[in-house]
């Protein structure tokens, strides 16, 4: 199953102001900013990647959940199943925006994504889903792998905030151009013709892709990244 819709179920872009004491007026943003990781961590893949790292002032977009969202509920941090490709271990940490970037502890985070054929798990199975919890410390960690390209669609992973069970913030993250043409190369994603731009067909990453590009690093034999969520 993909997903073959480009269309956003619902949009609204916002201003991320510098500094906590600016975050902190944005009665109701939706904000995240992309942040690397331990520059020392070694790995056969690049790790230096121009671009890739976030502005703290951003002008971002918010996206709806898309057609194949499930509401699955299923706990875990490892969702890769029995999915191949290269190893991504991503972290979100969520911060209450009108509340002075405080953390939210206990938020549910969902994610899912394209496998390395660009196919969506259905039909009973639920590879590459998974919730966690945030901690007292407001982060999660999802270890799964680099997703595949599909339709004209930039390769990305989506996510959905869910604070409590009345809110809920859906958006999701992209990879910087350079780095997938790089692991594109490599089983099993080489296994496919890979396109020429993997994001820049993509009309949605051309309109918000700076705002929601991680930074990925290098780490072990994949690679690993942070995002920070801001919910109102």
């Known amino acids: ?20 004491a600016g975050v902190a007026t944005l009665a109701s943003a939706f904000v995240a900013t992309a942040a690397g990781n331990d520059p020392e961590q070694t790995s056969p893949f690049p790790s230096s990647l121009p671009g890739a790292t976030t502005p703290a002032c951003v002008l971002t977009t918010v996206w709806g959940a898309g057609p194949y969202y499930l509401d699955l509920d299923r706990v875990r941090s490892d969702i890769t ?4 490709g290269i190893p991504f271990r991503l972290d979100f940490t969520i911060v209450r925006t009108s509340q002075g970037c405080r ?112 930074a990925p690093t290098a780490d072990g034999d994949g690679y690993r990244a942070a995002y920070t969520v801001g919910i109102a």
Not at 9 to 14: E, G, L
Not at 81 to 84: A, L, V
Not at 149 to 176: C, G, M
Request: aromatic share 8%.
């Open 81 to 84: 199943d029995d999915r191949q």
């Open 1 to 20: 199953m993909r997903e073959n819709d480009p269309s956003p179920t619902s949009r609204r872009a916002v201003l991320l102001a510098a500094g906590t």
């Open 103 to 214: 953390p939210l502890e206990g938020a549910a985070v969902d994610v899912w994504q394209a496998d390395a054929a660009g196919d969506y798990s259905s039909n009973g199975a639920t590879y590459l889903r998974g919730t966690q919890i945030t901690d007292h410390a407001d982060r999660c960690t999802f270890h799964t792998i680099v997703p595949g390209w599909y339709a004209e669609l930039a390769p990305h992973i989506h996510f959905k905030v869910r604070p409590d069970n009345h809110t809920e913030t859906s958006s999701q993250l992209f990879f910087p151009e350079d780095l997938l043409k790089e692991l594109y190369t490599r089983r099993p994603y080489a296994q496919r013709q890979v396109p020429e731009q993997p994001n820049g067909r993509d009309d949605r990453y051309r309109a918000s892709g700076a705002s929601l590009t991680l």
